[in-house]
């Protein structure tokens, strides 16, 4: 079965009405000494109304999905699950917010709580780990995307509550809520959506839906039952050709644009031919090849995320120029015939006209299956055949001997009636990151490449309560993880929070769920956590989160009274000469003509060698002197200005950019300059090697104040 | 007239001959009187069996009690004619039509599955239903995949005058083959489920 049934299969999760024998949790409230001493049910001794009701043990619900379906051989269940449900998943009811009445001065009651929404319940659920999620009340009612609960390798959703009213009472003069009909008994119903194992080994949550929710296991097999036999009847559907193809419509199919990444090909008729007559099945050179057709990615607008630089200057076109026909055995079993390159793909630099290409075998094992593309230093693109044969589409030739046959030997049915062109579906992934060895994900779709071209698609504001922007002040750190979609490979990456604000590329889910998890986390404040799909257009969300403090550390509110802003300052003018001046020497072990303050004697090496150390963060920190911590900050792209010289552009500024710096707050910037005398003995490595020019920055509404530079010799554990 | 283009009259009133004995009886060889009978027999089901995808398209499209009804009716045909290519493809169409009819009955008892607001329990006939239309199509694909491969190999003229294409068949049926395994699977753990 396809990925697409497989996951067609797991989207098209239906509902079924509630059985008994469903996913439900029944327990009592935890009781509460009233004032004469008896036990009553009701919220605690001075009730709010925004309180909740304790739930008595046993309370839980405890789900061994290998033990309820043991009855299924290992294969059938790893099939579906692989061993994601190995274990005990324990589903815990412990609060419950019920609706709630207030009394009237009349002795009437109006509605005060959970009005629209219905009473509301909390499930913890503990992984077979002992991994358990954070508390979440959810109502039954209000089904929306964020109503849904995902934890480890499910989705879970309350579906329906029964727990009695509660209405406001005086017992002398304290106010308590007690239930109407006064029953103790609670009940919780809800529905699990179960992550799966697709064919790249990974595992893959459905869309959060009420459709995907089972809520009983009766359910989930019978959706299984029904939607295999939806594949018998797809499938037997074409167990003979039913229409012969026109070649006609083979042209179609070659001419039309795929949304996936695809490249294609096909062979020239007379090599067909020859192919067919002397049932030779090898790969078909790329002289043999007719007409190739890939797509065209213009990358040229993808910035890097440390630096904001352009990582590519093209565009790129990818295109098939050879390919090893498809080989089955009569009971349609794919020939692996190891060592022979099945799919040839080049990739043509478009601006340059630099063309590579590099073969891989399909469908024999995973370190087999991708090629590295290198475009002058760091353009790099990596492309991955996908694992499924079935997604790559070659002509057929049929082994009659049973995988035995070499070519030449008798074929049965060799290619009879079929477009002889080849498609390969790949997955790419380009270097996301400058400084780091980092790329980004694989790819399948050209619409995921154009979005990540396009820039971050996720935006996040973090404040505190009050509103004011969060960043630096309290180390505010954000965190997207998710899996490749291709490989399944964990993928994450954190930022510090400037401003306020923080940006990430993100995945976008085409064809595969993929589950974005945000973890943002501050001193002082309590960490937030949130799951995602990017599913739909425009593929971008914009996420504002509030932290709430958590009483230790820095508290909200007490953030320094500063205009907390993004600054763009520094090496200005005579700042970045004097640090060319400082630096240059040391670097160069040549000494610079005095030049006073003509910028334009120092020739341009000069500024790009320390913009360079600049931008690799070799030279340059900035530290708080209160805390001792570094400040991070990054290099804007350019210098923001030039003249000319002697027919040579001199640069005028370079601007670093700081994010969440406090206005009128002294930072100290620590500039680390090489001993000439160890630069010539060879490599700077340790602390001694270095000496440390510093000076004092205080960044006012009016602009930089900077102290005097002070060179000194660099100390233990400084650098 | 001139004696030589009554010579030339006659050579070509032979070549027209010969034309028309080759339309009829080579170009065309499936021209023959039983051929013919099982066409018209399809035909009266509005089925254009002149080449096997048009044929096959055609059984496609039958009501579940004219597959019925024509799947006997090949049957029979098979075991009247004296031509053996006539045979088996007459039984290849019956076969066909059978496989279609468990087709669709199994999509319908899919449908019904999916529609029902009964509990899954409830509905176990329903699934062992499927089960059982499942397996019919499972195994008469099979055979169905060995006599086209036969048929192909017995008769190579015939398979590509009638456009018999077969290589698809093996990536299909081994499709079918594990959607069976997985229902049958299913149903089953239901069934005990259920009890």
Redesign the interface.
Known sequence: ?STKHIFTLFLLM?V??P?ASGFRIVANMKPTEMPDGTLGYTYETRYRSDSHVLINEPNTFELNLRE??S???SA?FE?IFDNLYNGVYTFKLTRIEPTSYRLNDDGSYRCVDRCNTGPKAELILTLPDGRHNNPKFKAAIDKVSGDWVSFGPVRYAITNIEVADFYENYIGSDRYYLPNPPNPRVAVDFCIIFGYINERRRTVIPRASMENCFE????L??F???K??????F??????????PSWAQCDIDFEKESELLEVKARPKQDKWDEAVRMAKFNMFAESEIAETRGPTLDLAGLVAEDTGNALFDSAYKFDLISFSPKI??????IVERKGIPDADIKITEVNSGEAKHSRMDYHISDSELQAQYSFGGKKQIILRLYQNPAEIEMP?F?DEQNNNCASGCPL??V????CKDAYVRFAMKVRLFENENKFSWFMKTKREVQTLVQGPNINITVTDLGGNPLGLGSATKATISFNDPVTGELYSITKNVLGGTVSFHAPISDLDEIPITLSITATGYEPYNETFVLDSEPYKKDIVVQLQSSGAGPQAGTEPEVTVSTKYVVFSYAAFKTLVENYVPYFTGEQLPTVGDDLTAYPKDSYIAVYNALRDSRIFKLVDPETGQEVPYSLDFSFTGSTQYNGKEIPLHVVIKFGNLYLNKTYQAKFFLPVPSRLAGGTVDSYEDLKVVTVNWRFTESGLIESNWQTRDAQSGEW | MDKRWKNLIIVFGVIALLGFVYYLYISRPSFVPEYSAMLTLMEKYGVDAKQFPSALAGISNLSEPQLEKLSTELKDFSNKTNEAWLKDLALIYSDFAEMELNRKKLEKASLQAKSLTASACERVSLFNEMKKRGGSVVKISEKLFQATSDFSKKYPDKTAEIKLYVAPTATQLARIRESYKMQSAFVGALGEVCK
Do not use: C, Q, R, W
């Open positions: 079965m239906f079924l009405a059985l309820e379906l009855m299924l051989n059938t099939k009983s296991i009766d359910e097999l019978a299984l039952a029904t295999y036999s939806e594949d018998i009847v499938s037997a559907g074409d167990v003979l050709v039913s229409e012969g089955l055995t009569p009971t349609g079993t057929y049929v049965y049915g290619g009879v009636g079929h």
